[in-house]
């Protein structure tokens, strides 16, 4: 089975660094990727997309893709507590219906 | 933002029983989809629908059906339930373009004792 693997399996930053987080996809079918946010005990909420060989940035997040190696990261800068939560990483195929996600990574940012 | 509801939003059950678990969705998505999430395996796909009528197996199908007897409502169906199902079930909807992200309810607690 296709899978999406996350690394690392958990991070801790110290408030005001930078976090960075890792994504691949086994599918060479997947064309698209999201990152989603879950903070305990809720839903998980999208945090941004990224369907172009490049990178993409949104306040205090920056999203990366290269596509020749389906290989996504995701960068915290300025990490504050609240940034604290499990980020899950989908794709999805060109041709596919649904998005399929990874296993997480939880982040920790402590004072 | 788009509105997806679940219920019950906790739930125990005995082995053996059969579990209905519920969703809604107001926003006239055309994908629905069951999802369960267990530490250290993320989100799986249990089940999803393209419209009503449809369902589709997704990644971890056996021991669940699904049904969708409308645009706006879709179910997960456990007929036999086991200790082993005890998760955290997610509903979402989406567009039917590729592009476009998920919407999650908040979730269903189930406990199989």
């Known amino acids: 089975q296709q899978k999406v693997q996350q690394s690392p399996e958990s991070l801790i930053v110290p408030e005001g660094g930078m976090a960075s987080l890792n994504c691949t996809s086994s599918d060479r079918n997947v064309d698209y990727f999201w990152w989603y946010r879950q903070h305990s005990g809720k839903s998980p909420k999208m945090l941004m997309s990224i369907f172009s060989n490049g990178e993409k940035e949104e306040g205090r997040f920056t999203v990366h893709l290269n596509k020749a190696s389906l290989h996504t990261s995701l960068h915290i800068r300025d990490s504050q507590p609240s940034d604290s939560a499990l980020y899950l990483c989908a794709a999805r195929r060109n041709s596919g219906t649904y998005q399929r996600f990874g296993t997480g990574t939880k982040l920790q940012v402590v004072p | 933002e788009a509105a997806v509801t679940q219920s019950p939003r906790n739930k125990v059950a005995v082995t053996g029983g059969k579990v209905t678990l519920s969703c809604n969705q107001t926003n006239n998505h055309n994908n629905m989809y069951w999802y369960r999430q267990d530490t250290g395996h993320g989100l799986r796909l249990i089940h999803y629908?393209?419209?009503?009528?449809?369902?589709e197996k997704g990644d971890i199908p056996d021991g669940y059906k699904a049904s969708r007897p409308s645009q706006e409502n879709f179910s997960l169906i456990l007929e036999l339930a086991t200790p082993s199902q005890t998760s955290v079930y997610f509903c979402?909807?989406?567009?039917?373009?590729?592009?476009?992200?998920?919407?999650f309810g908040k979730g269903t607690r189930l406990t199989v004792v």
């Open positions: 979402a909807s989406g567009d039917a373009d590729i592009n476009t992200e998920v919407f």
């Open positions: 629908s393209y419209g009503a009528g449809s369902t």
